[in-house]
Nanobody, 116 residues
Framework: QVHLVESGGGLVQAGGSLRLSCAAS????????RGWYRQAPGQQRELVAA???????IYADSVKGRFTISSDNAKNTVYLQMNSLKPEDTAVYYC??????????WGQGTQVTVSS
């Protein structure tokens, strides 16, 4: 079992920045990919950024150059630094850990709202 807790969402004006954190606890040894997804109202959940054991860092085209994913392995925490935010970045952001045994763990989600 892996338990994920996100923090750092909020309301920000366009052009501003936010930093999301995802702290993991439990049996985290077998993680294959750690990442962030987002889901806007009426839309499917989409991958924003991830750190993959095999492929390195991955970014959605829409956030390249603006968002940075990083991790502190000693703290079992993954971060998403979001700069130059746009109204279209508004969504609920979810932390995801995909394990080597094929199971997904999700956080509860944190709301990010970017006003124009």
């Amino acid at each position: 079992q892996v338990h994920l807790v996100e923090s750092g969402g909020g309301l920000v004006q366009a052009g501003g920045s936010l930093r999301l954190s995802c702290a993991a606890s439990g049996n985290t040894v077998s993680v294959n990919q750690r990442g962030w997804y987002r889901q806007a109202p009426g839309q499917q959940r989409e991958l924003v950024a991830a750190i993959s054991a095999g492929a390195g860092t991955i970014y959605a085209d829409s956030v390249k150059g603006r968002f940075t994913i990083s991790s502190d392995n000693a703290k079992n925490t993954v971060y998403l630094q979001m700069n130059s935010l746009k109204p279209e970045d508004t969504a609920v952001y979810y932390c995801n850990w995909f394990m080597s045994y094929g199971y997904d763990y999700w956080g509860q989600g944190t709301q990010v709202t970017v006003s124009s």
